[in-house]
């Protein structure tokens, strides 16, 4: 994970927590839809790990958002 993007990685992060609560899914209800860790879920909201793009597919999948909506920071 680049450094030099962490305010980028944060917004994503509270984008994608944004969005499952909107859902109404728990951090470990969308992990476990995804087949990840819940500690990895919380890592990609807390913008201290990166997620690959077939992960963030995965998520706008799961959400039922677009890859645009879920990269439209506010």
Same mark, same amino acid.
């Given at each position: ?21 909107? $859902?109404?899914?728990?951090? &470990?209800?969308?992990? /476990?839809?995804?087949?990840? !860790? ?19 597919? $995965?998520?706008?999948?799961? &959400?039922?958002?677009? /890859?645009?909506?879920?990269? !439209?920071?506010?």
């Amino acid at each position: 994970m680049d450094f030099n993007y962490s305010d980028k990685y944060r917004k994503l992060g509270q984008n994608i927590a944004y969005y499952r609560k909107d $859902r109404c899914y728990t951090q &470990l209800e969308l992990a /476990e839809l995804l087949d990840i !860790d819940r500690s990895h879920m919380s890592a990609i909201e807390l913008a201290t790990r990166g997620a690959s793009l077939d992960l963030i597919f $995965r998520i706008c999948d799961k &959400l039922g958002v677009s /890859e645009k909506e879920l990269f !439209d920071f506010r």
